[in-house]
């Protein structure tokens, strides 16, 4: 298959962890006789220094014509005096505004050998195995009016809807249930808020497109709960923008480190931009000692998502497991008589596991 990414490394560590998806993509391309043709982009801080803009034209031009896009991350000390518009951060709003991604996809996995670097008991958290599916564009961050009223003495934000997009990311949720374990769980408020039973009945009506996925609603407080006393119940959590928000962030601690953490944000025609969740650490960025593990993660997910490439990032999944279960980690991360590893070597170590793997279980000879 013949693939365009658009690479957007970004700032701080971003363009470090840039270089090892650009690795693993070569390692994939040759096991499995592919071409990505690759195309290097501005954007955040970079772009600003570069074009004196957060998001130049031509990058998200680049980005609409392309099959997937891969961002490293923005941001850092150097731009965080600079007015609202000229802030790195306004790059990414305006990229995926302007891509019209709306769907949120962060799935949450637990590492065998990193299970005592969560914060929950081992016992609790292992087998955690779940994809979190956030409305991006709507809700309560988008809604007219939100402003102080009344010499700021009341205050108002709007938590608005339309059918078309509550319909949307509920399908998306179904999608992700029906390529997973087929179980999905609908978070809302419909014991309070209006918006939330209108969500309800959309899941409802739609679940009968989807007879093969098992449907279960659950308030977002009772959400919040199960998370952290029995997250491995969970498969695909479809909610909107404000839960899913913090849901996902609290989801994100389960694992022990935000170095581990693929996302995606995609689109009803299959374009997605793929990111980890960390951002640009500029405490270590050029130490060369960044945790690649989230942005090969995110590479995964993009072969899987928008490349139709599932078996190809299943070998890139279970490669870095299998550096794990090796002991092989990096600063950020500890495995009791493992070996500590620069960003360069734990990539290499991957790759190693990944072709490897390939050789033994003659996955890739199919495609030769
Ligand atoms: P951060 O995620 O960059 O860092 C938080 C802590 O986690 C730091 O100690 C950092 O060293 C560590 N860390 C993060 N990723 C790591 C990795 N891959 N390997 C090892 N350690 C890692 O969050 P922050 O410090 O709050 O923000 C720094 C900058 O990043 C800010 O400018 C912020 O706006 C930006 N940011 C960008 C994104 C994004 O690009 N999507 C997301 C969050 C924050």
Request: net charge negative; glycine share 8%.
């Amino acid at each position: 298959m013949e693939k365009k990414i658009v690479l957007l490394p970004g700032d701080g560590i971003g363009k470090e962890i840039m270089e090892s998806a650009k690795k693993v993509l070569a390692a994939i391309e040759s096991e499995y006789h592919h071409r990505f043709i690759l195309q290097e982009c501005a954007i955040g801080g970079d772009a600003l220094d570069r074009y004196g803009v957060p998001l130049p034209d031509d990058t998200l031009h680049a980005c609409n014509e392309a099959d997937a896009v891969l961002l490293g991350s923005v941001g850092g000390p150097k731009w965080d005096n600079q007015p609202p518009e000229f802030r790195p951060e306004k790059g990414l709003l305006g990229i995926r505004k302007g891509l019209g991604l709306f769907a949120n996809l962060r799935p949450v996995k637990t590492f065998p050998a990193l299970l005592h670097a969560s914060p929950l008991k081992e016992e609790i958290v292992k087998d955690s195995d779940m994809m979190i599916v956030r409305e991006l564009t709507g809700g309560l961050y988008f809604g007219e009016p939100s402003e102080r009223r009344n010499n700021g003495e009341d205050v108002v934000d709007t938590l608005a809807y339309s059918r078309h997009e509550i319909e949307r990311i509920v399908e998306k949720g179904f999608e992700s249930a029906q390529i997973r374990n087929k179980h999905l769980t609908s978070v809302d408020k419909a014991n309070v808020l209006e918006s939330s039973r209108v969500w309800r009945e959309i899941v409802n009506e739609k679940a009968t497109d989807y007879p093969d996925v098992k449907v279960e609603h659950l308030l977002v407080d009772a959400a919040a709960m199960k998370l952290i006393t029995n997250p491995s119940g969970f498969d695909v959590v479809v909610t909107e923008n404000l839960f899913g928000d913090i849901l996902s962030d609290e989801a994100s601690v389960l694992t022990g480190s935000l170095g581990m953490l693929p996302s995606a944000s995609v689109r009803t025609d299959g374009l997605g931009m793929y990111e980890p969740v960390h951002g640009s650490a500029p405490d270590i960025a050029g130490k060369g000692i960044a945790n690649p593990i989230g942005m090969i993660l995110s590479t995964a997910l993009m072969l899987e998502y928008s490349l139709g490439m599932q078996e190809e990032a299943k070998a890139i999944e279970s490669a870095v497991m299998d550096c794990l279960e090796q002991g092989y980690h990096t600063a950020d991360l500890k495995i009791k008589d493992g070996k500590q590893m620069s960003t360069d070597e734990i990539t290499e170590a991957i790759i190693e596991n990944l072709t490897t793997k390939c050789i033994s279980d003659s996955i890739c000879s199919s495609y030769v």
